[in-house]
């Protein structure tokens, strides 16, 4: 049987990270979260929990939610991070100049033995490696929101990325009881490659006046079986975070991916989806 880490960080505090620490505290791992704003920390540490209670009210936790939560404690800098964890997961915005600086931090913070993951779901897995001393021991990570619902987890492996690595990773997500996909390093992965090439045509549509956002989220939906259709995706997701994969990938993998004007505009007036309130559709 396959057992979570004992002792799992996270750095980020936002929707996923806390997601991220959730899932782990629940499947039996000590958890220490990195979570800069004295603000910022109370919220994810509320978000933590509020879905722990979710889980339990459910049926889905083997624990009281009390004690669960009992197992996640928030730090203000990397470099408090226990130096035994076994597994540090960096989950802050795609900024890669920003990942790499703190995946570096943590490596300094933690045993040559961690594990480090990156959340990124699109940014280059080999370049973030290259800044770390040990790139054998890093992989990404690429969660799905909401990540303690999310059936999947995306193994994306770069060139120095050891066999060994892999493998504690693949049991540590079948720990979490979700499935893995494993992939290559490359632009945009299989995940976020396909899912926004989906999304961006469909902005397309929108903004052609082919069909209004329901109708094209249903035809999606009811005609080929997904469970939620690409623009409603989009709005979950943030349509700030689909623009900056979109020109992530429209300058690696060219024009198929350039992000439509609809979608710069919504951005620009600050229309970024459910977070905001307005995005295709109103929260």
Sequence with gaps: MTSAPKAV?????GRMGSGIAQSFAA???VVTVVESGTEAAAVALERIGAG???AEERGHLAEPATLVTRR???VSTVEALPPDTELVVEAVPEDA???ARVLKAAEEAVSETTVLATNTSSLSVTDLASVLHRPERFLGMHFFNPVPAS???EI???PDTAPHTVQAVLEWTKALGKQDVVVKDSPGFASSRLGLALGLEAIR???EGVAAPEAIDDAMQLGYKHPMGPLRLTDLVGLDVRLAIAEYLHATLGDRFEPPRLLRDKVARGELGQKTGQGFYTW
């Design 72 to 74: 996640v404690t928030l």
């Design 27 to 29: 499947a039996g791992s």
């Design 156 to 158: 994306v492996i770069a």
């Design 205 to 207: 549509m929108v903004e």
């Design 151 to 153: 059936a999947l987890v």
């Design 52 to 54: 722990l209670r979710r």
């Design 9 to 13: 960080g996270v750095i980020g505090g």
């Design 97 to 99: 100049a920003l990942k």
